[in-house]
């Protein structure tokens, strides 16, 4: 059992049984422990009854409780991972279980590099979020965000930012590796009241590019998810 | 006779002038005898009077004809029966000679204004079937109902007197409702709904309101009836047009300005033209269900193509998928590591291949079906583009140098969707263009004629350019051009996917060879109005 303090639990749920087999054998062939659930239903009370450390959760499940309800409760009482599966051309879908709370998104079908990607970023965040308040330096390529001395740094030359492009910054490298849907960085930053102005934030954002990014063309650091929102990497591949 | 008996009544008050012009010219024809009393004989004379009769029954009718039966008969007595000069008759045999000529004259009268009523219904009759016959002349030329029904219907409005004649078609496909009315009205709105509001009344009744027996009675009753009947006869005549027992609207004939009732001639027409009127409408019907049909017919052949191209598309990966799938499972594990290992990339391979195949047949079909409306929202095209590229594989990416106006506006698109179609376009520029050779992006905001104010997305690659037939059907679902010569992979539907996009949002996209002296590429250039402008 001491053995199993150390693995990682991952809640895998899929009404598809050849879907959930393959998931489950490629995430145990690396290292983890896997719970599988087929219906909402049994995802709550297989989430609420052991220790998850993170979960890849369907959005189109059958029955009473669908994917969003599952991502919706569970955001009442834990903070653990989300990664949604979600069909392709479901923009909405995939903005609006971000919006309750989904960390990540898979579109199906999918790749297994890629699932095992986003869970392993997921699970290093999971533990940098600890530290929060340490306040530690979020470091990527070039760029440092000094959180103490709100100091941006590119190459070790400082970059000037507006408080709005700190923010956004700050925002997003505290939730670095997640997407972040326009809703959420607009009510971090602006407040709620301005959750909708998206013109507000492309402006913005692209003016943070022009001082962050090698090229801002073809943004490197702060990659745009058409249709869904941003996400800032915590490292460059 | 009817018609004879009728036209007789009309006739018998003549004006006054006609009487006066019968008076002169039994006055002239006695003075002319009088000259020569001498020489004709007292009983001559009468029959010299019958032909003056006869004028005056066939030039002005039965009335001035007996005026001119009865003054004969006086003059006769008075300047040619002796005693001269006094209505008193000397020889009693007279007395009978007179009721004799006063008979012949009153059916000389009668004889001569029957001929002249024949001769007229006779020209009127020439005159309609003249008008029918011109009217069936255009009708027959003219397929076009749009075009048809306002000539007959001036016809109708000229032939009647009439100062307003007007069709109101009903409308489709219910036919509950009538439409606007086609024709000429000097009416104000409240007249044409209260013509409207009656020629509903006819229509659903399937009775001519107006006409005939009612026609008269509402002159003799005016205003004094309520009933849909008599309300609808001061505004004049209202037929129903019906064909193979489809109603088809209704043929409205308002009152001739003279106030008069439409004779039967004009009644005749109206429904005739009424006739007319119902097999324009109905023959414009079918031909909108020939043409209908004929496009069903078309759409039914084109999904028969489409069927085999998909399921072409479909069963090709899936084939390629079982035989290395089952190639690996049970007996045939005599294949070496690999052999086994190529076999799980060439299933993965056509995995792909299937994804993309049935995600863009899905988008494709949801965009044509109206099931995925852009949502809009404020997007940076720049970025977008730069969002794309950067999904691509480096090597890819890299071949690819975007081209920036200083100033982009932001535009409201669906980023999401847009993205596809810029997808789509670099994932082609780059299928068709040597490994080595750079593919442009432009952006750019430009005043397009037909688009307006927009923002132009380019793509440019140096692939094999297009001759003018390609570029009908370059953006065709399943269309792979002779653009496509070494048989490079592909869905066919990309650019069928980008152009639907595209046009639901308001956009064109087109694609044109481009390179100088010589094309030595091809250039895909979406345009986006802006919704504002």
């Given at each position: 059992m001491a053995l199993s303090n150390d693995r990682k639990v991952i809640l895998v749920v899929d009404d598809e049984p050849s879907i959930l087999r393959a998931v489950r054998a490629v995430l145990i062939a690396q290292g983890y422990e896997v719970l599988t659930a087929v219906t909402g239903d049994e995802a709550l009370k297989c989430a609420s009854s052991s220790k998850t450390d993170l979960i890849v959760l369907d959005i189109m499940l059958p029955g009473d409780v669908s994917g969003l309800d599952v991502c919706r409760n569970v955001r009442q009482w834990s903070d653990v991972p989300i990664i949604i599966l979600s069909a392709i051309g479901r923009e909405r879908q995939k903005v609006e279980a971000l919006d309750l709370g989904a960390d990540d998104y898979i579109t199906k079908p999918f790749g297994m590099n890629e699932l095992t990607a986003r869970v392993r970023a997921l699970l290093r965040r999971g533990l940098v979020r600890h530290e929060e308040d340490s306040n530690e330096p979020f470091k990527c390529g070039d760029l440092e965000v000094d959180f103490d001395r709100r100091v941006v740094t590119r190459a070790g030359v400082e970059v000037k930012l507006t408080p709005h492009e700190y923010d956004i910054l700050v925002y997003l490298s505290r939730n670095a590796d997640r997407v972040i849907t326009h809703r959420q960085l607009l009510s971090a930053v602006w407040g709620a009241p301005y959750s909708e102005e998206t013109q507000l934030l492309r402006v913005h954002v692209g003016n943070l590019r022009r001082k962050i990014e090698a090229n801002a063309s073809i943004p490197q650091l702060i990659t745009t998810e058409p249709g869904v929102g941003y996400r800032l990497r915590s490292s460059l591949v | 006779m009817d018609a004879l008996s009728r036209a007789f009544r009309r006739d018998f008050?003549?004006?006054v002038a006609d009487h006066i012009v019968a008076l002169v010219a039994v006055g002239f024809a006695t003075g002319l005898i009088l000259v020569g009393r001498s020489v004709f004989d007292k009983g001559q004379v009468s029959l010299l009077y019958l032909p003056v009769v006869m004028f005056c029954g066939i030039r002005l009718g039965f009335g001035s004809a007996i005026t001119a039966a009865v003054a004969s008969f006086f003059c006769w007595d008075f300047f040619f029966l002796p005693p001269y000069y006094t209505l008193v008759v000397e020889n009693p045999k007279d007395w009978l000679s007179l009721a004799v000529f006063l008979l012949a004259a009153i059916i000389t009268a009668r004889l001569a204004s029957q001929i002249r009523i024949e001769a007229q219904i006779a020209r009127d009759r020439e005159r309609e079937t003249r008008l029918l016959y011109e009217a069936s002349e255009q009708l027959a030329q003219e397929v076009n109902a749009t075009r048809l029904l306002p000539v007959l219907i001036e016809q109708v409005r000229s032939i009647c007197n009439s100062d307003t004649s007007l069709v109101l078609p009903v409308v489709?496909?219910?036919?509950d409702e009538l439409g606007q009315p086609i024709g000429q009205s000097v009416y104000s709105e409240d007249m044409l709904a209260a013509i409207r509001s009656v020629a509903k009344v006819a229509l659903e009744r399937n009775q001519l309101i107006g006409f005939g027996d009612s026609q008269r009675l509402w002159q003799k009753?005016?205003?004094?009836?309520?009933d849909g009947d008599s309300a609808g006869s001061q505004l004049g005549v209202f037929v129903p047009l019906i064909a193979h027992e489809d109603r088809l609207g209704v043929l409205y004939v308002g009152r001739r300005d003279d106030g008069l009732p439409f004779t039967r001639l004009q009644e005749q027409f109206i429904l005739t033209a009424a006739n007319h009127a119902a097999i324009v409408i109905a023959r414009q019907e079918l031909v909108g269900q020939a043409a209908e049909a004929r496009v069903l017919r078309e759409a039914d052949a084109m999904k028969d193509t489409l069927l085999s191209l998909v399921s072409h598309e479909l069963r090709t990966p899936l084939a390629a998928i079982k035989a290395n799938a089952s190639g690996l499972i049970?007996?045939?594990?005599?294949?070496?590591t690999a052999e086994k290992i190529e076999a799980i990339e060439a299933i993965d391979r056509e995995v792909d291949r299937l994804a993309l195949f049935v995600g863009n047949m899905l988008d494709l079909s949801r965009i044509e079906g109206g099931m995925w409306r852009p949502v809009r929202d404020w997007t940076d095209v720049d970025e977008l583009v730069g969002a794309v590229v950067g999904q691509l594989p480096g090597a890819a990416a890299g071949r690819i140098a975007v081209h920036i106006d200083k100033e982009m506006p932001l535009i409201q698109i669906d980023d999401a969707q847009m993205a596809i179609v810029i997808r789509n376009l670099l994932d082609n520029a780059l299928k068709y263009s040597a490994p080595d050779t750079q593919i442009d992006v432009s952006l750019g905001v430009l005043q397009d004629e037909?688009?307006?104010?927009c923002v132009l997305i380019s793509v440019r690659d140096k692939g094999p350019t297009f001759s003018e037939a390609e570029a009908e059907h370059l953006f065709e679902r399943f269309y792979r051009g002779a653009r496509n010569p070494d048989g490079i992979p592909g869905t066919g539907l990309g650019l069928a996917l980008c152009r639907a996009i595209v046009e639901a949002h308001g956009g064109t996209v087109g694609a044109v060879n481009v390179g100088s002296p010589e094309p030595d590429g091809v250039s895909f250039n979406i345009m986006l109005p802006f919704l504002d402008d």
């Open positions: - | 008050r003549p004006a489709l496909p219910t036919k009753a005016v205003g004094q009836d309520e049970g007996e045939h594990s005599y294949l070496s037909d688009v307006g104010r």
